[in-house]
């Protein structure tokens, strides 16, 4: 495993809205997926959550973990572009 320096500031800035750019646009596809979900007769309780986290991106939260509010890893944000939680707080 290789240790990487963090980029300067603004590359950061410029990468982290990219990533939410990236993360808004798989969260509404997800969103749309469960609505028709939803409408065929399906159960989920997946459309709260993915309303949540479009908020967050609104408001600026997104990507921090809301117990322990340190910033969620890019990694897991990909996996789970939904989750509200750090891998520590999740467990
Ligand atoms: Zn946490």
Redesign the pocket.
């Given at each position: 495993m290789t240790i990487q320096m963090p980029p300067p500031a603004a590359r950061r800035e410029a990468d982290a809205r990219e990533r939410h750019r990236a993360a808004a646009l798989e969260l509404r596809r997800e969103l749309a997926r469960v609505e028709r979900a939803l409408e065929a007769g399906e159960t989920s309780d997946e459309r709260e959550e993915l309303l949540l986290a479009l908020q967050r991106l609104n408001d600026g939260s997104y990507g921090i973990?809301?117990?322990?509010?340190?910033r969620?890893p890019d990694g897991r944000l990909v996996v789970m572009p939904a989750t509200r939680?750090?891998?520590?707080?999740?467990r």
């Amino acid at each position: 495993m290789t240790i990487q320096m963090p980029p300067p500031a603004a590359r950061r800035e410029a990468d982290a809205r990219e990533r939410h750019r990236a993360a808004a646009l798989e969260l509404r596809r997800e969103l749309a997926r469960v609505e028709r979900a939803l409408e065929a007769g399906e159960t989920s309780d997946e459309r709260e959550e993915l309303l949540l986290a479009l908020q967050r991106l609104n408001d600026g939260s997104y990507g921090i973990c809301v117990e322990c509010a340190r910033r969620i890893p890019d990694g897991r944000l990909v996996v789970m572009p939904a989750t509200r939680w750090c891998v520590q707080c999740a467990r």
